[in-house]
């Protein structure tokens, strides 16, 4: 995989310009320092973002045991400390239909009694450790935008609620406009009332503030660069040092390499998305447009749109694509974003961005994120492929993947069906970027004609 994207994605002496970077304001890093010579671990978790922070929160919180965790890049840089702090439903990238379908009623049931509970576990745990989440927002919207598509809505309003996902509400175009969503490409909208958002690179921090707390060692800018057996044991290379461990996490997501496991070799596959934040907007021009929901709000287009209203009156628009990761591309992509950000919300034609950023969210082969056991032993496992949805089940899976990692009792069999599939290649793995390629052609269509 390292070719799959311009190693610019992957640099991690890059920092990210987000909008996030520049409001969380100060965070003493010195907890955090990279690794430097031989160190043992129960366990080793590689990554630290939302899912090997939580992880080492619950191992050492749940079962008392210290983990040690592997970040390649300075704490926050990954996905988690930038993606667009959507904490709703998700990380399943199958209909509710084909999830029934593939997995049965009751394990569907079950998986999204699972992304329930990841939200509620979000809240719960920043409140336990005292973490400033900013929340904004009671439940997340997504708009119609095809008048076709309001249908397409109310069937999956219909699915969510046999699921056991909470309260859904369809909303007429004018109903959604009279709770502040206006936009010549809304067409009416579900809404769900399990979901809220908040700001990321907050949230990432908070938690690990708290692993470190609760017993758990971090080391910041560490990548492992080589993995060798040793008998029973695992050691972890990195720049600096070794940790010898009996158990490893993996929690790479997005920035995993192919040749970083050959469980994992060809069966992930990163995907682009990109968001710019306006400045400041007045209340005259929130009101010019009829956009004032706090709440998190995305649209149906298989290359979806996503957008937020901040609590500084921000604007945060973001779209999934693309497929060049260079920085010459920045400004395309940037471009491309603000002429739909005109064209989908006209009144704010004269309003400039002030930060651009993107990054990986991570798809597998199967459409379903991966909490398994990789080697026979069960040394070896990841919690990993969210979809681009990772922010709430992120923290579910790493708690999960804590138990799981262990070893103890039952915890495999907690793990709904649908998120606990083992990681399969991609046909022609090679070629994912091409089937990537095909796919938005084939979401672009879509989008536009149905
Ligand atoms: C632009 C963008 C917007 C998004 N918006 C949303 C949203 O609104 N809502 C939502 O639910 N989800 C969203 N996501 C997805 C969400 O951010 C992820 O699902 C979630 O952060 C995954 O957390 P993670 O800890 O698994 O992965 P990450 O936070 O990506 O952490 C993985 C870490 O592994 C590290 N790593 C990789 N290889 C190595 C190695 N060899 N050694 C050591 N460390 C290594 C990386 O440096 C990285 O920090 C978005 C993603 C992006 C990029």
């Known amino acids: 995989m390292t070719a799959l994207y311009h190693p610019s994605l992957y640099d991690t002496r890059q920092p990210i310009e987000s909008y996030w970077a520049a409001s969380a304001g ?3 890093t010195t907890g955090f320092a990279p690794l430097e010579g031989d160190a043992e ?3 080793a978790i ?3 973002g939302y899912t090997g922070l939580t992880a080492a929160y619950h191992l050492a919180r749940r079962h008392g045991v210290q983990a040690r965790v592997l970040e390649a890049a300075p704490i926050g840089w990954g996905a988690s400390g930038r993606n667009g702090g959507f904490c709703c439903l998700g990380s399943v990238w199958l209909s509710l239909d084909a999830l029934v379908r593939r997995f049965g009623e009751a394990e569907a049931a079950r998986c999204v009694g699972a992304m329930r509970e990841a939200v509620e576990l979000v809240r719960d745990l920043a409140t336990e450790e005292g973490i400033a989440l900013d929340a904004q927002g009671q439940g997340t919207i997504t708009v ?11 069937e999956e309003a219909h699915a969510l609620a046999r699921l056991g996902a909470g309260a859904t509400a369809i909303w007429s175009k004018e109903e959604l406009a009279e709770r502040g969503y206006s936009s010549p490409e809304a067409f009416g909208a579900m809404h769900q009332s399990v979901g809220f958002g908040l700001h990321p690179l907050k949230y990432c921090r908070g938690l690990a503030d708290a692993a470190l707390r609760r017993g758990a060692v971090i080391h910041g800018e560490s990548p492992v660069i080589a993995w060798r057996r040793e008998g029973p044991r695992h050691v972890l290379q990195t720049p600096r040092g070794t940790v010898t461990a009996r158990r490893v996490l993996i929690a790479t997501n997005g920035f995993t390499r192919d040749e970083l496991h050959k469980a994992l070799d060809g069966c992930l596959l990163p995907a682009l998305s990109n968001i710019v934040v306006t400045r400041p907007l007045s209340d005259s021009e929130l009101a010019a447009q009829g956009v004032t929901t706090e709440m998190p709000t995305s649209d149906t287009r298989g290359l979806l749109f996503y957008v937020r209203l ?3 009156r921000r604007f945060m628009f973001g779209a999934r694509g693309g497929l060049d990761a260079s920085p010459e591309s920045s400004s395309l992509q940037r471009a491309f974003l603000e002429r739909r950000l005109r064209e989908m919300y006209p009144a704010w034609r004269d309003v400039e961005t002030t930060h651009f950023w993107r990054g990986p969210v991570c798809l597998s082969a199967a459409f ?3 909490i398994a056991r990789l080697d026979e032993a069960g040394t070896v496992t990841c919690a990993l492929a969210y979809h681009g949805s990772g922010v709430a089940m992120s923290g579910w899976a790493g708690r999960a993947a804590a138990a799981l990692t262990l070893g103890v009792d039952g915890a495999e069999a907690a793990i709904p069906a649908p998120l606990a599939t083992m990681p399969r290649r991609w046909p022609v793995a090679r070629f994912r970027l091409f089937w990537l390629r095909l796919a938005y052609l084939g979401f672009r269509l879509k989008d536009e004609l149905f």
């Not at 008048?147 to 109310?154: D, F, I, K, P, V």
Request: charged residues 25%; proline residues 12%.
């Open 26 to 28: 100060p965070w003493d």
């Open 41 to 43: 671990a129960e366990v």
């Open 46 to 48: 590689i990554g630290g």
């Open 144 to 154: 119609a935008h095809r008048l076709s598509r309001l249908r397409h809505l109310e």
């Open 310 to 312: 901040l609590p500084d």
């Open 368 to 370: 379903t994120p991966h």
